[in-house]
């Protein structure tokens, strides 16, 4: 729903925990953004993003547009204006909103969608839905939920689940490539979980069954679907760091590419 008002202005501090300054922009009782957030960087006080009176992340709606919005998780969210907004750029007559949420199951998602085009008032033309991470231990479960909201709303795309690993890098000891460098930058394993071999053998299987259900579901009710986890498959290991900061999450100078391959794979179906 839609909350007129003005801008709330946070100023961001680097001190902060990571739960701290997400309490600016998340409301954890309805698991959802808060609306008409700015959020300003230090020392220059650029804009680090922002979020528009519906609770997307990004600017306000142009209503002359048609409207698309991404659903998922932090890996649809991204970091700072993330790079849902610059999809606009490839499609002019669009506006691509940015319907991520950090850490959000597929119920939840799916929630939100079901919210945003049947509460709102808006007219979202194109629902481009990323299961996300979350529900992948539940194959069952993401195949329930992505068949019922692929039935409920107006012309989704469906997305795979990305990875920076790979059958041969799992078999492999990456404890070495676990550091922070200048001209690399950080990579982790995920999250909390402490790396094995064994863990990331585990998390690997996850999201190709996961993804098998995706595919399935999109097959199934004859939608598109933007493969990512194919485009960015790699078993180099000296490239497998290249455009994730970790096991999932894509790393900013990665965008360019995401934006590129959404382009090539979505300019025949916006229209």
């Known amino acids: 729903m839609r909350k007129e008002g003005l801008k709330n202005v946070i100023v961001y501090d680097p001190q902060w925990s990571k739960e701290t300054f997400q309490s600016f922009y998340i409301d954890r009782v309805r698991k959802r953004i808060k609306p008409n957030i700015v ?20 600017p306000e709606i142009d209503f002359t547009k048609k409207l698309v919005a991404v659903w998922g998780d932090s890996v649809v969210w991204g970091l700072r204006k993330g790079w849902v907004e610059g999809l606009s750029g490839y499609f002019p007559e669009h506006q691509f909103l940015n319907g991520g949420l950090e850490g959000d199951p597929l119920e939840n998602i799916c929630e939100r969608i079901a919210e945003a085009n049947y509460t709102t008032g808006l007219d979202i033309k194109f ?19 992505l068949s019922l909201i692929v039935k409920k709303v107006p012309n989704p795309v469906l997305c795979t689940v990305p990875t920076s690993l790979s059958k041969k890098t799992v ?16 990579y982790g394993f995920w999250g909390n979980t402490p790396y094995s071999i064994e863990n990331a053998r585990l998390l690997f299987s996850e999201i190709q069954r996961q993804n098998e259900v995706i595919h399935a579901v999109a097959r199934e009710n004859k939608i598109p679907l933007v493969d990512l986890y194919s485009h ?40």
């Open 171 to 186: 078999e492999l000891d990456l404890t070495g490539y676990f550091v922070s460098s200048p001209d690399k930058g950080h």
């Open 127 to 145: 629902n481009i839905i990323f299961p996300g991470w979350h529900s992948r231990k539940r194959p069952e479960v993401v195949y329930k939920l």
């Open 232 to 271: 960015f498959y790699t078993e180099d290991i000296e490239r497998f760091r290249e455009d994730f900061f970790d096991a999932g999450h894509f790393r900013k100078s990665a965008y360019p590419k995401i934006q590129k391959i959404f382009y090539e794979e979505l300019k025949d179906v916006l229209v």
């Open 39 to 58: 959020v300003l960087r230090p020392p220059k006080m650029e804009v680090y993003f922002e979020t528009n009176s519906y609770g997307f992340k990004g």
